[in-house]
């Protein structure tokens, strides 16, 4: 019997998916698919219990990772930053600063912990604000995306 190898929207699901177990077994809540005020949109974005917010950007390949550079534009939305990959994808591709989840559709694992950068308190405040309404919003049943900030 021969297994046919994953598509990356496979894997961008498989990822995402394990990522977002992975988070919630270390304290985070997190939602998939947010549009940034900036117009950049987050694969994951999640709430600790502590106030942090962190995003993980979800890479399934390695051309992926080249063609897509905007994820330094995320740095002004969260505390926290990673990347989530398969366990198949090349790591030694990712830049070392931020964090590393390897993950599959059942969950993952840290392998690389996010270096924290404050946010200032107004920036923390409206984006908090903005989290918890996407949230509300979508557990109504809206098909929301984007934060409000």
Same mark, same amino acid.
């Given at each position: 019997?021969?297994?046919?190898?994953?598509?990356?929207?496979?894997?961008?699901?498989?990822?995402?998916?394990?990522?977002?177990?992975?988070?919630?077994?270390? *304290?985070?809540?997190?939602?998939?698919?947010?549009?940034?005020?900036?117009?950049?949109?987050?694969?994951?974005?999640?709430?600790?219990?502590? *106030?942090?917010?962190?995003?993980?950007?979800?890479?399934?390949?390695?051309?992926?990772?080249?063609?897509?550079?905007?994820?330094?534009?995320?740095?002004?939305?969260?505390?926290?930053?990673a990347f989530a990959v398969a366990p198949e994808f090349p790591q030694d591709l990712l830049p070392e600063g931020p964090g590393l989840l390897v993950c599959d559709g059942f969950g993952g694992a840290v392998l690389r912990e996010s270096p924290i950068e404050p946010l200032a308190g107004a920036r923390r405040?409206?984006?908090?604000? *903005?989290?918890?309404?996407?949230? *509300?919003?979508?557990?109504?049943?809206?098909?929301?995306?984007?934060?409000?900030?």
């Amino acid at each position: 019997m021969t297994v046919e190898p994953l598509s990356r929207p496979e894997i961008t699901t498989n990822v995402t998916r394990g990522a977002a177990r992975l988070l919630s077994h270390l *304290g985070y809540v997190a939602l998939s698919e947010v549009t940034l005020p900036n117009g950049r949109r987050a694969d994951l974005m999640a709430l600790s219990a502590k *106030g942090e917010l962190l995003i993980v950007e979800v890479k399934s390949s390695a051309e992926d990772y080249r063609v897509d550079r905007k994820w330094p534009e995320y740095a002004p939305y969260c505390d926290r930053f990673a990347f989530a990959v398969a366990p198949e994808f090349p790591q030694d591709l990712l830049p070392e600063g931020p964090g590393l989840l390897v993950c599959d559709g059942f969950g993952g694992a840290v392998l690389r912990e996010s270096p924290i950068e404050p946010l200032a308190g107004a920036r923390r405040k409206a984006l908090l604000i *903005g989290f918890a309404r996407l949230a *509300g919003l979508r557990s109504a049943g809206v098909a929301a995306l984007v934060l409000e900030a």
